[in-house]
Structures are given as structure tokens and as C-alpha cells.
């Protein structure tokens, strides 16, 4: 692939507002590990090997099993790996991610609110967000995989 823009050099501005995006998640009260999980998952869905990389890596270091980040892509495959608040999250995750094609459903929505406060829900849905504005400038800029 050629070399393209650095965002955090062309326009720092930008970056840094995106950096402000990472602080505030830094904050929320939900876990790191189902950050994790939901920066993993979004950026498998959105085919970032950049932010794949990173964010399996930031998850092992968080004391993330191996096998459960192999099998993120088939999470509902292996139920008994992930619980329900976990799950209802990677759906959520899905969905926004995915959002041409349905949305964050009433279902998902309604059963999200059987395991996360409305305050919890927003964060998860700024995580999904985030997560997907910086897969989408490491594939618009080529952001290569790091060894």
C-alpha cells in the first residue's frame, strides 16, 4: 500500500480531538476489558489490521485470554466464553458498526437495559463510535501493522 497522510501531523487539531474521545472513555465506568473487546470487534468487523493489532495486544496486557480473542469473531458461537453483559455489548457493537444495515435494534436496546444503566449504554455506544472514526482514518491513511 502507498504511504499516505498522517492525520496527527496534517491535522493536529483533529487528532487531538480524537485523543479528547480516548480520555473520555479512559473514565466511564465500563470495564477496560469490554472496551477491549468492543475495540476488537469493531475493527474485525471494519477489517483494521492496524487497530486489530493494537487493540488484541492492549487486551493481553489487561490479562485477556487468547482464546477469547480468537474467538471474538464468533462470539455467539461460544456462549460460555462471554457473559450476557458482554454479549448484549458485542451486539451493540455489531450494530452500530454495521448500522446501514439495521441499527441498533429495540431488542438489542431493550436488553441492554437489563444490564447496563442509560449512562452505561452511552458510553458503550461512544466506545463503538469512537472506535470506528479511528479505524476508519488507519484504512483512509494506510496505517501499516506494527511488529
Not at 496486557?61 to 477469547?68: I, K, S
Request: net charge negative.
Amino acid at each position: 500500500m502507498e504511504k499516505r497522510i498522517n492525520i496527527q501531523t496534517a491535522e493536529p487539531q483533529a487528532f487531538k480531538a480524537m485523543l479528547g474521545l480516548e480520555g473520555y472513555l479512559s473514565k466511564v465506568s465500563i470495564s477496560k476489558t469490554l472496551k477491549e473487546l468492543i475495540k476488537i470487534r469493531s475493527s474485525q468487523l471494519n477489517n483494521c489490521a492496524f487497530c486489530i493489532n493494537m487493540h488484541a495486544k492492549d487486551a493481553l496486557a489487561n490479562g485477556e485470554t487468547q482464546q477469547r480473542i480468537f474467538l471474538l469473531s464468533a462470539w455467539r458461537e461460544a456462549p460460555d466464553l462471554y457473559t450476557a453483559q458482554e454479549q448484549v455489548a458485542l451486539e451493540m457493537t455489531e450494530e452500530i458498526t454495521l448500522i446501514h444495515q439495521q441499527g441498533l435494534r429495540t431488542e438489542t436496546y431493550q436488553r441492554a437495559l437489563k444490564h447496563f444503566t442509560e449512562n452505561e449504554i452511552a458510553q458503550l455506544i461512544m466506545a463503538v463510535v469512537t472506535i470506528n472514526s479511528w479505524n476508519r482514518i488507519a484504512l483512509s491513511t494506510h496505517l501499516q501493522v506494527e511488529d
